[in-house]
């Protein structure tokens, strides 16, 4: 029988047991001891439940956030108390680790409600728990007790014996049999639907067949993982861009680059899931491509537009950019990381690994350059600043491409224009998700369509989604100079025959401008907008001019024509008012009997 390198991996994490690794030897000791003081006062409270009526909320009033914070919250807890425990070897976080595991085993689902299958097959608002769903929570749990077996098998065997094995009869029940039974997953894709759940959940079964499937099903579940991982990799454009927004980088191609440096240490480097996967190898320099400044990020699809440095996982990002050897985004990792501060995104194993790297302890500080410009031909979307290698200045940003996108907004045309990093011109980004948010009413939700973006308003009719409602790319260019494209908008509506919207978007360097240029033919007698969306203090200080400032910045946009309202739009989204406060600004230019309208916005 041949040996696969499964059958005896190398793991990169030591065990509690190696008392120098997790002692003396820890790369950044203040971090580790942020972790232990997290744990310490988690001790002070009990664990979070999960009753029943939570889980059933998403079926009475749709909210399906609410029990995800809980049940996030537990798994929070499980990873400080598994990291205290390895770091100090005190047996009441080894006890804490003990009552966290049970918790997982005793609840009735580890999938989010949102993804159950139980209500839509048999119309309960409980899981079944004989039918268990494999989805991204069951996933990240399996995964979680994966490491924390790697980590504090032994201390439990002497502190808890037995919990081990209810462990790995629950690992095997929920996730690795409904694997090995299943292959009707939407998220295997195999019918080159790939998406961010197909590298996010191959990923993490493939760290829990490593560790719980019997020798005899583990060669099959690795393989089955590994295909998934490669079709993942295969459906990512060339250029490296994540249609379903910035964020999304982190928890997709982020998923699918963590598990290929798992496979090449595991390896010892006989095995690579990069070697030729162009897009995923140039999908590690989309963050920093699509960073604005500071916590500023640029906000298309389901994006945040606002990200809490500290919570980001940027230690993924340095390693996946080694293993490519992306130098630019290693230097943008670095240039993010917190000395003294973990860097985690909830997940174990990406804490763990954070702990243990040497090389991001050590290594000095980055300095973040980001491209003057850069075009991604398949997502049409334009990045432009005006003093290429830094955030200073403007910045802009526009988006093409069609309203069928994973995550997608009806955004044709939608520009973000930010000054010195911080967004002006705004997208509002994504909302708190609630059941319906990935459905038939998913346009229900103001945030999604057109009347939440800056873009025209042709006859005053919203963009329509669909695969059919593209925009068509008349021309791009981008130099020394400044950057332009043009962008033929008319089929995102349903326009009369004849009708045509074109929008043109440039910056001019020399200039220090933005340019946002309108030019439409449609029927007479029909009123037709142009829309900005707008963040911070907003007035009209001539017929023509807006001054927006946000956050200290400002910028005034003149206008060649039409007649402008402002319209404020109150927020009451938290994922919403954390970003942007209490309201947006949308500036409504009525442009009855003009053909053009040209805006030139500049920093003030």
């Known amino acids: 029988m041949v040996t696969q390198w499964w059958d005896d991996p190398a793991w990169p994490i030591p065990a509690a047991t190696d008392r120098h690794a997790w002692g003396e030897g820890l790369p950044d000791p203040e971090a580790a001891r942020a972790v232990v003081e997290r744990a310490r006062q988690a001790l002070e409270s009990p664990w979070p439940t999960l009753p029943a009526s939570g889980w059933a909320r998403i079926h009475r009033d749709r909210d399906r956030d609410s029990y995800e914070q809980v049940l996030w919250a537990r798994e929070r807890r499980l990873t400080d108390a598994a990291v205290a425990a390895a770091v100090t070897a005190e047996q009441r976080f080894i006890d804490d680790v003990g009552d966290g595991v049970w918790a997982l085993c005793e609840q009735s689902s580890w999938c989010w409600p949102a993804h159950d299958e139980t209500h839509s097959r048999t119309g309960a608002v409980l899981p079944d728990v004989e039918s268990p769903c494999l989805d991204l929570g069951a996933g990240e749990v399996a995964a979680q007790l994966a490491w924390l077996d790697r980590l504090l098998g032994a201390d439990l065997d002497q502190r808890l014996p037995g919990l081990r094995d209810r462990v790995r009869l629950e690992v095997r029940r929920r996730v690795l049999t409904p694997m090995l039974e299943r292959q009707d997953w939407h998220w295997l894709g195999l019918h080159g639907d790939a998406h961010n759940w197909t590298a996010w959940i191959h990923g993490n079964v493939l760290v829990a067949a490593l560790v719980f499937a019997e020798p005899d099903q583990r060669s099959e579940l690795v393989r089955r993982c590994l295909a998934g991982l490669r079709r993942y990799a295969n459906c990512l454009p060339d250029d490296g861009a994540i249609d379903e927004g910035s964020g999304y980088w982190w928890n997709g191609a982020c998923r699918a680059l963590e598990a290929a440096g798992l496979v090449a240490h595991a390896s010892r480097g006989t095995a690579s899931l990069v070697d030729g996967a162009v897009g995923l190898r140039a999908s590690v320099a989309f963050p920093h491509h699509m ?54 995104d909830r997940g174990l194993g990406r804490l763990l690994a954070s702990l243990q790297d040497r090389d991001w302890a050590n290594d000095p500080s980055g300095q973040a350059s980001h491209p003057g410009s850069v075009w991604f ?66 346009y229900d939700t103001w945030v999604l369509t057109s009347d939440a973006h800056s873009v025209p308003r042709p006859h ?38 004849g009708s045509r919207w074109v929008r043109g978007v440039s910056l001019d360097r020399g200039a220090g401008a933005v340019v946002v240029d309108d030019q439409w033919r449609l029927s007479p007698g029909v009123a037709s907008q142009v829309a900005y969306v707008l963040a911070g203090e907003v007035t009209l200080d001539a017929e023509r001019t807006i001054r927006a400032t946000h ?7 003149s206008l060649s024509g039409g007649t402008v309202r402002l319209q404020v739009v109150p927020l009451a989204d938290p994922m919403l008012t954390s970003v942007w406060g209490t309201d947006l600004t949308i500036a409504v230019v009525d442009v009855d009997g003009l053909e053009r309208l040209v805006a030139t916005m500049r920093a003030a």
């Open 291 to 344: 960073h604005l400044g500071g916590e500023w990020t640029i906000s298309f699809s389901d994006a945040q537009a606002r990200r809490d440095p500290a919570h980001d996982p940027w230690h993924a990002l340095f390693a996946a950019a080694r293993l490519v050897g992306d130098q630019d985004a290693t230097a943008f990792a670095l240039s993010q990381r917190r000395r003294g501060v973990p860097s985690d």
């Open 551 to 557: 956050a200290g910045r400002q910028l005034l946009i």
């Open 377 to 442: 031909p398949s997502v049409q979307v334009l990045v432009a600043r005006q003093q290429p290698g830094s955030c200073s200045g403007l910045t802009v940003a526009v988006k093409g491409g069609h309203n069928a996108e994973n995550h997608n907004h009806n955004d044709l045309g939608s520009l973000i224009v930010a000054v010195d990093g911080i967004p002006v011109v705004v997208d509002p980004g994504r909302p708190t998700y609630t059941l319906g948010m990935f459905g038939d009413d998913r």
């Open 460 to 497: 005053g009719l919203p963009q329509r989604a669909g695969a059919d409602r593209r925009a068509e790319l008349l021309a791009v260019d981008h130099g020394p100079h400044g950057a332009e494209v043009v962008l033929d908008l008319s089929g995102a509506h349903d326009l009369p025959p």
